[in-house]
């Protein structure tokens, strides 16, 4: 019964927001209430955890999401973005820019903190999305979540890779030599999926986007600045140092997971890798470039757009916590632990699909991919030796399922929909579909995997 309540508090939210056009913050309120009220967690209990999820998800997420909105808006006045955008389209080709920015999420940026990624990497997207061409950016949207996600879960050092690999006991060595080449190609044949599934027609423009006022005010102030940057050519800087602001706060966090991997971190080294301090140090950065290029007038603008942005995104990615604090204190993990011990010593291709499906299952349930990866791992860990199946195998068909339909209960989902500017029903549309695809597409992978492991 519990696994029903919860699949009906994921549809009633979904139905409320894009049937009935209730404000989502409205919406995912009343589906925690009817789950945990309709799942015995109690009138006090549901309370306690819709608040308490929304504390720590603001704990967790409060600040990188302020400060990456803030790093992206004084950009966008410096016009670091256009000018990094006309650099791919002279490198890689229009066409081929969801490719490459789905490859550089999967690889080159370590997928370490995913909310870190989005709020840094969706206004390249939105940049680059005219230059695509029709259906630019729910292309380029779709990429920006199949590359962040198929390195978060199949790339080192992405956080539930090593959380798998450690779990499970598989070397990071062993994970990685098979994680780093399908992490990326299902990233790539994701994009590619995804151009064909649009070309039917699937978007909507007038319903799919929903541009948030402070976003396109930032576009035009972006705009504004590109035409007028002959003008500036005295105080113009190379892009490699605009882009520093970006490039500086990957390097100190992945630095720090490295030096707490080889075991060489220390206090100093937590506190320059700390995903908080390193995008401080990001807006730190983004900041006195704008008033260096743009002046003070344009960065004050830009500061003041970046505020309103943030809020809306603070509100509904808190409440999407919420909603995966009412579902954990279910006993839908207990559940699927049963029904996997009752498939001990079954054959290998059975149980790569039944390590997938409970991964997956957990995640429409919980709504995030790292908590249902962990949770599927540490059900599975148990009974490894009775599987006639190498634990590499598992562990990425863990992987693999976790990506499954990432939706309305993931806090990501809300970030993904506000910093792109797209309706629910265009999130629903793009990262949903896209991580969907993703599962998917990887799961004849990891099946070959388990056939020579």
């Not at 820019?97 to 690889?107: I, V």
């Not at 966090?253 to 971190?265: E, P, R, T, V, W």
């Not at 505020?307 to 559940?335: C, M, N, P, Q, R």
Request: hydrophobic share 55%; charged share 10%.
């Amino acid at each position: 019964m519990v696994a029903l309540h919860t699949a009906i508090a994921i549809v009633l939210a979904i139905g409320l927001i894009i049937k009935g056009r209730v404000d989502p913050v409205i919406s995912l309120i009343l589906a925690s209430l009817y789950l945990g009220l309709a799942a015995g967690v109690g009138f006090v209990g549901t309370i306690e955890a819709i608040a308490l999820g929304f504390g720590e998800i603001m704990g967790e997420v409060g600040l990188l999401i302020g400060f990456g909105v803030l790093i992206g808006a004084l950009l966008h006045s410096t016009g670091a973005f256009h000018r990094l955008v006309d650099v791919l389209v002279r490198a890689v080709g229009a066409s081929r820019l969801p490719y490459a920015l789905s490859t550089l999420l999967s690889t080159i940026m370590p997928s370490i903190y995913v909310d870190v990624q989005v709020v840094l990497a969706a206004p390249v997207a939105r940049s680059a999305s005219p230059y695509v061409g029709r259906n630019g950016l729910p292309l380029m949207a779709s990429a920006l979540g199949a590359g962040i996600f198929t390195g978060y879960v199949f790339v080192i050092p992405g956080l539930a890779a090593i959380s798998i690999a450690g779990l499970l006991d598989i070397t990071l060595g062993t994970w990685l030599l098979f994680g780093i080449v399908i992490g990326p190609v299902t990233a790539i044949l994701t994009s590619l999926v995804m151009r064909v599934v649009l070309r039917g027609g699937l978007w909507k423009p007038e319903t799919d986007e929903e541009v948030d006022e402070a976003l396109a005010e930032q576009e035009a102030h972006e705009t504004a600045v590109a035409e007028n940057d002959s003008h500036n050519k005295g105080r113009s800087l190379p892009l490699v140092v605009l882009m520093l602001p970006i490039l500086v706060p990957l390097v100190l966090i992945a630095f720090g997971a490295f030096a707490d991997l080889l075991k060489f971190s220390n206090s100093f080294i937590e506190f320059l890798g700390n995903a908080n301090f390193a995008l401080f140090v990001g807006l730190l950065g983004a900041y006195l470039l704008s008033r260096t290029t743009a002046g003070l007038d344009a960065t004050t603008d830009s500061m003041k757009e970046g505020f309103h942005t943030t809020g809306e995104i603070l509100l509904i990615t808190g409440v999407g916590g919420s909603l995966g604090a009412v579902i954990t204190e279910t006993t839908l993990d207990k559940t699927l632990a049963d029904l996997f011990q009752a498939d001990e010593g079954a054959p290998v291709i059975l149980s790569i699909l039944l390590s997938w499906f409970i991964a997956a299952l957990l995640h429409l349930a919980i709504g995030s991919v790292s908590v249902a990866a962990i949770t599927a791992a540490g059900i599975i860990a148990p009974i490894l030796d009775s599987l006639s199946v190498a634990p590499v195998a598992i562990g990425l068909a863990i992987a693999s399922g976790a990506l499954f339909a990432l939706q309305v209960n993931s806090n990501f989902f809300w970030m993904f929909k506000a910093l792109l500017g797209l309706s629910t029903k265009g999130a629903l549309k793009t990262l949903t579909l896209a991580t969907s695809i993703a599962s998917v597409v990887s799961l004849p992978m990891v099946i070959v995997v388990s056939l020579f492991a």
